[in-house]
């Protein structure tokens, strides 16, 4: 079976880095988008940045445009999120999710979902 496994999450303060991985496993390569998420506890689950198969077309949330950046390294099967400039709302359980299609801020056109990491922001 397939599965997403994320990692990187952590405790830290407001203003510093944080680096997740969501490594891919267990199944067939196929093409297609990879996003992030994030659920905070009594909201939403909301997009927080979605990458193409190739790496070249992303798309982020409004919240944290201009301090994350996704990519991705198909040679690792690894989808990644630099999160800059970090801020207490910022808090949250992170998850990688994958997508046979293009870029979607949708949470239901999403296949496989990872188990979450989670991120803690301090002020």
């Known amino acids: 079976q397939v599965q997403l496994v994320e990692s990187g999450g952590g405790l830290v303060q407001a203003g510093d880095s944080l680096r997740l991985s969501c490594v891919v496993s267990g199944g067939v390569f196929r093409y297609g988008a990879m996003g992030w998420f994030r659920q905070a506890p009594g909201k939403e689950r909301e997009f927080v940045a979605g990458v193409t198969w190739s790496g070249r077309i992303t798309d982020y949330a409004d919240s944290v445009k201009g301090r994350f950046i996704i990519s991705r390294d198909n040679s690792k099967s690894t989808v990644y999120l630099q999160m800059n400039s970090l801020k207490p709302e910022d808090t949250a359980l992170y998850y990688c999710?994958?997508?046979?299609?293009?870029?979607?801020?949708?949470?239901?056109?999403?296949?496989?979902w990872g188990q979450g990491t989670q991120v803690t922001v301090s002020s």
């Open positions: 999710a994958s997508t046979p299609g293009g870029n979607s801020r949708r949470h239901y056109s999403y296949d496989h």
